[in-house]
Structure formats: C-alpha cells, structure tokens
C-alpha cells in the first residue's frame, strides 16, 4: 500500500486531477500491473524497465519451469527449456522468482507478491543442502542439519560451539548481503567468505550468494584473476539451483570465458564459451544479439588462439 500511495503522489505531480483514475479504478490498474507485468531485462539479465505483455502473462509459475523468458530490446521472447509434446498453454511454466532462493523465501515471495502458495514438484522436495552446514570433519563433504547432533554421514558430532558460530556466520553473511544488494563489495565478500569457510556447505545459498558478489564486484573492478577464480567456484551452485540450461549458467560460461581470454587462457576459454554456446543458443537462439554480437567473435578470437597458441 506505501508503494501505491507513493506513485499516486508522483502521478498527481506529473498529470492533471481530470486525467487520474479515481482511487478504486487506479488500484485495480495497479494490482494488474503487480500481478501481470514482466520485468524487462538487458543482455546480462538486469533489470531495466517493466512492461505487460498480456500474451506472455497468461503462463503461470514453477519452481522447476518449462520455459524461460529473454529479451531483444523490449521484445519479449519465450524459449522452451524442454521438448514439449504439444504447445498446450496450460502445461507451460515459467519462474516468477529468483531461483537461487531455498523453498522457504521462494514461497515467502510469491505470497508477498503474487497471492499464492506454490507446490511445485521443486517446492515438495526437501532441500537440505540450501541451508546447510558443513560437516565439522573437514574430510567429509555432506551437508549437515544445525538441529542434529551428527553427521548423517561420518557421525561427527556437532558441538554446541560450532552451531553457535554457524549461527553468528548466518546472521554475519545475512547482514552484508542485505547491504550489497545494490552494490557488491569485494573486500566484504572475501570477508564474509573467510567466515564461513569450515562452516557453511559449499551449497549452502548465502555461501552461493557471496561467492556470486565477489565474482560480480571482481569484474566491476576489473580484477580479473579474482573475478576468474569467483566465476568458476560460483559454477557448480549455479548448475545446481539455476540447472545446466538457464540463461544465467550460460552468462556465467560467457563471462568467465571472456576473462580468460583477457587472461590470455585462450583453452580454457574455449571450453567454456563452447559451453556457453550450447547454453544460450537454447535461452536466446541462435539470433539473438549475444550470440551474433558477442560470443560468436569471442569463440573465434579462443579458436584462433588456441590453435596458434
């Protein structure tokens, strides 16, 4: 409701009284636009305007979904993630949320903003990894429960003292991640990182979510070791929550690909703008300005390199 009452004020600014809605018309124009309008992003899946597209905005949401949604411009664009029997609209799924999210937000979130519960094959599955914490046996990589007193796997137990710092980690990274929302840091990443090593699963979402910020603010510093060495431990989560096929797997491929090339590791560099390749030409198509513009020179510039190199 402050939202509402906010753009009623703004709308009041810019427009005369006789050109507004009454207030029971302009709130009904407002909840269709909450409920049905897309976020339009750039090339790198940043958020640069909202629109409504009444086509598109008859697919409903999924955890684990079916399609994905890109954009040319503000042209809306639709791509399957998964071969399909039959285009039957009512089978289609997209995510109306962030997915790198355990089930608990993504349910939070949908409630907060759409009005429904979700109980999506995704959402009835157990996720014990997203919140997890790391075996206290540094040679055991299973995930373990705060509550229990043991490992499920090696039965080391879990001391009073490493679920308290586990729990002063959480709080720790929560804080700093809720501050670099719209800026990430690196120095503070690294931070938060030496924190939780030894004490958060390597799955563990807000272990995810830093290791994604210190990637992202590597790159705008253009420290590009840094950013090299974040993209490809950042890789498994992403393969993980986001799935092998998502545009943001594919960008992260482009990404580290591109600094490797810039790193002067034109090999790795083509395996990884190869996988790329394979990613996005699903997510976008072939057509799309990202392939045509930007990966299809850079997976030249690594062949050409490779093979002088």
Request: aromatic share 8%; hydrophobic share 40%.
């Given at each position: 409701m402050e939202h509402f009452t906010m753009l009623y004020?703004?709308?009041?600014?810019?427009l005369d009284e006789t050109f507004i809605p009454n207030m029971a018309e302009l709130m009904g124009i407002y909840g269709r636009i909450c409920t049905n309008s897309f976020n339009i992003l750039d090339v790198n899946m940043n958020t640069i305007g909202v629109g409504i597209y009444l086509g598109a905005s008859v697919m409903d949401h999924s955890c684990k979904p079916n399609v994905i949604v890109v954009f040319e411009g503000t042209t809306i664009i639709v791509r399957t993630l998964t071969?399909?029997?039959s285009l039957d609209w009512s089978q289609i799924r997209i995510s109306y949320v962030d997915l790198l999210n355990s089930n608990k937000n993504r349910r939070e979130e949908l409630h907060s903003s759409y009005y429904f519960e979700c109980d999506c094959e995704r959402c009835k599955k157990e996720e014990p990894m997203a919140e997890a914490a790391a075996c206290p046996n540094l040679s055991c990589d299973s995930p373990c429960s705060i509550e229990?007193?043991?490992c499920e796997k090696c039965s080391t137990k879990i001391s009073a003292e490493f679920k308290e710092t586990f729990r002063e980690v959480i709080d720790f990274t929560a804080?700093?991640?809720e501050k670099m929302k719209t800026m990430a840091y690196?120095?503070?990443s690294k931070i938060c990182l030496k924190k939780q090593k030894g004490v958060m699963h390597k799955f563990n979402i807000q272990h995810v979510r830093t290791l994604e910020m210190a990637h992202i603010a590597a790159v705008n510093l253009k420290c590009w070791e840094d950013a090299e060495f974040y993209g490809k431990k950042l890789m498994p989560g992403y393969l993980l929550y986001y799935g092998e096929i998502h545009p943001l797997t594919g960008l992260?491929?482009?990404t580290v690909?591109?600094?490797q090339l810039h790193l002067e590791k034109p090999k790795e560099a083509l395996q990884a703008l190869t996988k790329a390749n394979t990613v996005l030409s699903i997510t976008h198509g072939d057509k799309h300005s990202i392939m045509e513009e930007e990966l299809r020179p850079l997976l030249y510039q690594a062949d050409m390199e490779s093979n002088s190199a």
């Open positions: 004020g703004v709308l009041s600014q810019f071969d399909l029997p229990g007193d043991e804080h700093h991640l690196l120095d503070v992260l491929y482009l690909g591109k600094i």
